[in-house]
């Protein structure tokens, strides 16, 4: 949460909404502001820590461990229409990937900009995207290359 809260503005250039939704009270997430994520991020989170009493938000979204009771860390991209076009899910003990969310945000901005079009793995603003159609078939590697990966 503090590392999505470090990078909001890139988040909000993208026109993006966050917001954190856990189990913990609003008493909770008030001392977590006051103490440990005001130090990480100056001014704390700078969007809205959701109260989910008895996890029945995590439930919807099938993050709610009922053994623990409490939401595992989820990750969704919903887009305008409301479709969730992502969902990551991890275990407490791992923290996510803010610039593979932001790379994910970007290519499903595009595809949705760019009817027709894919982003291949690894993609990023500015590479090379694909078409996908029945001439593509088992030639893919001719527009995605691995030296495409990570520059």
Wanted: hydrophobic share 40%; with cysteine.
């Amino acid at each position: 949460m503090a590392a999505v809260a470090a990078r909001y503005e890139e988040f909000k250039k993208r026109g993006v909404e966050v917001l954190a939704i856990s189990t913990d009270t609003v008493f909770t997430h008030k001392v977590w502001q006051e103490t440990e994520l005001s130090k990480l991020v100056p001014g704390g989170v700078p969007f809205p820590l959701l109260w989910d009493v008895a996890g029945k938000i995590g439930q919807l979204y099938s993050v709610y461990d009922e053994k623990l009771g409490l939401n595992l860390r989820g990750r969704f991209i919903i887009d305008p229409d409301g479709v969730i076009q992502s969902i990551e899910m991890l275990n407490a003990p791992v923290g996510r990937n803010v610039n593979e969310l932001l790379r994910q945000i970007d290519a499903f901005q595009y595809v949705r900009e760019h009817e027709g079009e894919a982003c291949p793995a690894e993609w990023r603003p500015g590479k090379p995207t694909l078409k996908p159609a029945p001439d593509l078939a088992g030639k893919v590697w001719e527009v995605w290359k691995p030296e495409n990966l990570d520059n």
